[in-house]
């Protein structure tokens, strides 16, 4: 054979070559994940929700997906990345509470000792985030979570927390979204917190942003309506919280549920006792090199194994994300 | 002219009628509003928001729109259709609760005294209210719900609840839709008792509906997760409730809001207080033949002589449903 006719033929293969792989591209919304049985779980449950005409059918409207935000859709170690926010205001806070130098837990946290701050427990952490998310308006305290999340660094990743969020879950956002899900997050974080980025990183407006919540109040500031945060809890979004939440907030069950801990076990146990073609499923912390290990076996963490023992039993999907993960984050090479 | 020429010609002048009245339909979404200020008003509104490179433009995801139920896009005299649901409800529960016929506001209820039994004020309602919305899940709630508004009639128009919507607020819905907005319920009623129709009727899915809530708990029932009502208030979606709950479950300022009471004020100025092109209007109810005139000038009512003053010092139009609309209900002829 002549060099030309080989060149020819190359060229030819490689042409067909890139032009399948291009294919593969767009058919394969789910590139992150490997061909295992999560996968699967996720494309099969898709199509039979979408077949029209198919027994478990089930119309645009009411495809419902709601997904678990710390430990789901982003990362939530060494500490849920809210606090990490709380804790740097109390640092950009201290000049003008002189007080805080002698007053737990600001005292511990001032002088770089988180362990002693947040030995107060529950108490503690939430006066280190009253002090740092109310007595504002809803603008102020949008701006101060703009502000940090544009700069801030994950302390092991070197990153923005905006990176800090799984690529195989974005995948999975945008492939429910094309076929014709609509998609909510439903997180114990603060709602006013998450919704600072969620439009931008996941593709979620705030009006699918269901979180905790402080009370606010209306009232005339200069003459300009203002809402202020009063520092009082007006809802947990854990828990029980979480059905109670999607149904004040959504008003329909869910048919996706997305979670990695036990306080998702409501939520998926809600999502799973209505009728027709249900998908529920658990992200599973369970890789030590590129993420985090604090799954069931680690005795540690909120993925329990009365969660684990759960999941079996209800036949839930858990993903694990050392197997099921080819990449974790977008900026892994 | 010859006869056939006349007919031929007759055709043509049909046919030519047919198809402008038909393009006049397709390029006037606002068919039953009269050519005046306040028709004017929304489709110049909408024009400046929607033109791309203005610099009013606003992108699609901002166009929130909020509405408030009773009173602007339904009727709500005599009394608020979710009250007269209650007093059937207190008729039909009746056979359950013989204490009822010795214990207000019951006894005077079941004697057809509405009067009276309303008499108890604020207190008496909660009773009313609490008796027959709470202690049951939310799926018998709904259903209890779906089965009156299915055949329950308006006392004087002899209608069903749901054909008293207005047909022109109907086409706002549709025509604010079609321009890229999203559209929201925000009202003083149930959020659980509007969800039922809000969809079919006004095409406002159920996790765009805001309204009064009681608190929930979630519970197994005989193994399956149900959500209990409980006989306690959550949230009055009312006065400054409106841009509190407007906060809490869209997280964005409305650029569009319309009311027609004292109740809508707070929601009406949260509007106006953002930037850009806002749209702030009320539907006044001044047409006693065609509905019911209870407006500022009639000296009862929710639309007070205050609201009509911070109307005209605010700028917000004011909507005459005798002048502005030339139909009010689909069924009229």
Chains 1, 2 share one sequence.
Not at 2 to 22: D, E, G, H, P, Y
Not at 38 to 67: H, L, M, T, W, Y
Request: with cysteine; hydrophobic share 45%; glycine share 8%.
């Amino acid at each position: 054979m002549k060099r030309t006719m080989i060149n020819r033929m190359m060229l030819v293969v490689c042409l067909f070559l890139l032009v399948f792989a291009q294919a593969y591209a767009q058919t394969d919304p789910l590139l992150s994940w490997n061909d295992a049985k999560a996968k699967q779980s996720i494309v099969d449950f898709v199509k039979r929700v979408s077949a029209k005409g198919g027994k478990e059918f089930v119309p645009p409207a009411e495809r419902i997906a709601v997904f678990d935000n710390d430990g789901t859709l982003w990362a939530e170690q060494p500490i849920y990345f809210q606090l990490a926010f709380a804790l740097d205001r109390v640092k950009a806070l201290a000049p003008q509470h002189p007080e805080w130098k002698e007053k737990e837990p600001f005292a511990s946290l001032l002088k770089g000792d988180l362990k002693g701050a947040l030995a107060g427990g529950e108490p503690a952490i939430f006066q280190i985030v009253m002090a740092t998310h109310a007595g504002m308006t809803t603008e102020e305290f949008e701006k101060n979570v703009r502000d940090w999340i544009a700069t801030a660094k994950h302390p092991k990743a070197g990153r923005l927390y905006t990176e800090m969020v799984y690529q195989p879950m974005l995948e999975l956002l945008r492939y429910l979204r094309a076929s014709g899900f609509k998609t909510f997050i439903v997180s114990g974080g603060g709602i006013d917190f998450m919704r600072v980025f969620s439009e931008r990183v996941y593709g979620i407006p705030p009006e699918q942003v269901i979180g905790s919540s402080g009370k606010l109040k209306f009232e005339l500031r200069d003459g300009k309506p203002v809402l202020v945060k009063l520092p009082e809890i007006d809802f947990i979004d854990d828990k029980s919280g979480k059905p109670e939440g999607i149904h004040l907030m959504i008003g329909r069950r869910p048919v996706a549920a997305f979670g990695n801990s036990i306080g998702d076990k409501q939520m998926l146990e809600y999502t799973q006792a209505g009728d027709g073609a249900r998908l529920m499923m658990l992200v599973h912390h369970d890789d030590d090199k590129r993420e985090y290990a604090y799954g069931a076996k680690s005795k540690v963490g909120t993925f329990t194994d009365a969660l684990m023992a759960q999941a079996k039993k209800y036949s839930w999907n858990v993903i694990s994300m050392k197997d099921d993960w080819k990449r974790i984050f977008a900026f892994e090479k």
